[in-house]
């Protein structure tokens, strides 16, 4: 189960609080002053992003080894990784226990509100081919579109910061 639970980045079971040091956290001054986040909460709730990126990357089996990377690919490996570990952080993408992603969309696209980033079966590199020989957008949609079982039409309609997500996660599963 994810440490993020379906609630967001803290853990389900409330374990960050005694995880916080309770002089070294915030404290509130006054009980009618509610306190957002402060700076311990944030270290702490990036170390347990990176924790879930981390148990991501070993069950797609992606290589995260920068130093073996050339420098354009260690670029774009750490743009993608600092993506998803935002998009935990902001809860619109959990971990779940087979270490895929579930992605919230930024609009609905009729009922769908989410969408389960796998990784792809085999069908997803042959309905490449449904693209046109030279229209390797359209190719990396059906790609797309197969890995996350939907209808390439329908992700013609998607907010396209979700499709530029969604295009960088598949970019690190292709690029490992």
Request: glycine share 6%; aromatic share 8%; proline share 3%.
């Amino acid at each position: 189960m994810s440490k993020f639970g379906q609630s967001g980045p803290f853990p389900a079971d409330n374990t960050l609080g005694e995880e916080l040091d309770k002089e070294n956290s915030c404290q509130e001054e006054e009980k009618s002053v509610e306190i957002v986040d402060c700076e311990f909460d944030s270290v702490t709730a990036l170390k347990i992003a990176e924790e879930e990126f981390d148990r991501f990357a070993d069950a797609w089996e992606l290589d995260t080894d920068v130093a073996t990377m050339a420098e354009e690919d260690a670029d774009s490996f750490r743009t993608a990784k600092r993506r998803v570990i935002q998009k935990i952080m902001s809860k619109t993408a959990v971990v779940d226990e087979n270490g895929d992603l579930i992605y919230k969309l930024r609009k609905k696209i009729g009922s769908l509100k989410e969408v389960k980033l796998s990784i792809p079966a085999w069908g997803a590199w042959t309905d490449m081919d449904r693209g046109r020989k030279d229209k390797n957008m359209m190719k990396f949609t059906h790609y797309i579109a197969n890995a996350i079982g939907q209808p390439a039409p329908l992700l013609t309609k998607m907010d396209g910061r979700d499709a530029k997500f969604i295009q960088g996660v598949y970019s690190l599963f292709l690029g490992s």
